[in-house]
């Protein structure tokens, strides 16, 4: 049988809207209860310095920053459980939740901070690099300041991969964009601002064949024209990936409006509510135009306010 917890507010999630959320649901006395979910601490975990989270001058690590953000929400007891919510049942007043171990969630108000995930090429190479922290990066603007003066490469053909290689090319010598097709999937405006940056090569019909490297990190990118067969090496010490995020709202497809994409909608615009009464999304799972760790704590901070808010009205 399953043990039955009934909670104000269960949180779920832990990248930095996750545990903002939990520092003000607790200290707004609601309690709060947070599963952690796959990837303890979220996407910040893969980074390495992070340099724009206002309040630290010195920057700090994102596994270091994630350890400080949850010590913050254990400081004013903030339940929280490793482990992930594997089913919902969304109701008209209690939102009930399973957790993969055996615990059966009864809500009050439910916050999703799922996150979304970056999407890789997939090869052995990149993985390892980007386990060593070694040069691959999926995020231009979280990473492209420490490849300043240096060469890169950034694979993709959307909207993402264009603005991040102009914000690339602002930064580094050159930067070569890998286009698989023969033209892009960017808007129109976008495609053209990178057509008509000098710094910017833009390589089409070409897929990454591997990652190279040393110990130290990336050196270059083996590429391969896929029409003619001409494979290459291009010389980078930063290999950037922008071929997409997935947000982790599969379990929520049943009760929460989704867009085409994936991406919960917000119920009413600057605020945290979904189309479910009680249940409040903050972060990436909702946002796939900002995408900071600053962006999703406030949204963090705007779901607790609104779950608490919600609560007074129902109490
Ligand atoms: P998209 O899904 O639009 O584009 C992903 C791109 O990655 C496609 O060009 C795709 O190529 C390419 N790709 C996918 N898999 C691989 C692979 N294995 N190897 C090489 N290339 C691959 O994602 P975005 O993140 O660019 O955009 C998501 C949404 O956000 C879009 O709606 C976009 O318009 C929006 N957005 C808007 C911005 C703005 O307006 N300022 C900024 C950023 C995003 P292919 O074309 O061959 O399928």
């Known amino acids: ?138 995020c231009a603007v979280c990473d492209g300041f420490f490849y300043r003066g240096q060469e890169t490469v950034i694979v993709g053909a959307g909207d993402s991969a264009c603005e991040e290689a102009h914000y690339l090319s602002k930064l580094c010598t050159k930067v070569t964009m890998l286009v698989r097709k023969s033209d892009f999937r960017a808007s129109k405006i976008m495609a053209e601002r990178v057509r008509k940056t000098p710094n910017i090569e833009i390589l089409f019909n070409t897929e990454t064949l591997e990652v190279m490297g040393d110990d130290v990190g990336v050196t270059g990118a083996k590429v391969i024209n896929t029409i003619t067969k001409e494979e290459k090496v291009i010389p980078c010490t930063g290999f950037f990936v922008a071929i997409g995020h997935q947000p982790n709202t599969a379990i929520f497809k049943d009760f929460i409006d989704l867009d085409e994409t994936g991406y919960i909608k917000y119920a009413q615009p600057g ?45």
């Open 1 to 138: 049988m399953s043990n039955i917890k009934n909670v104000q507010c269960l949180i779920i999630g832990s990248g930095p809207a996750g545990y903002t959320a939990a520092i003000y649901a607790a200290r707004a006395d609601m309690k709060p209860l947070l599963y952690e979910g796959l990837q303890p601490g979220g996407q910040l975990t893969t980074t390495n310095e992070v340099e724009n989270f206002p309040g630290y001058p010195d920057g700090v690590t994102g596994p270091e920053m994630m350890v400080q953000l949850k010590d913050q929400a254990l400081r004013f007891e903030t339940d929280v459980r490793a482990g992930f919510i594997t089913k919902v049942e969304f109701g008209a007043d209690i939102h009930k939740c399973w957790a993969d171990d055996g615990t059966e969630i009864h809500a009050e108000t439910v916050i999703i901070s799922t996150g979304a995930s970056a999407k890789y090429i997939g090869l052995e190479s990149e993985q390892k690099y980007l386990k060593m922290g070694g040069g691959v990066s999926a």
């Open 271 to 315: 605020t945290s509510k979904t189309n479910i009464p009680g249940v409040f999304v903050s972060g990436d799972a909702a946002d796939k135009t900002y995408r900071q760790a600053i962006t999703a704590a406030g949204t963090g901070c705007m779901a607790a306010l609104d779950a608490e808010r919600y609560l007074s009205a129902k109490h």
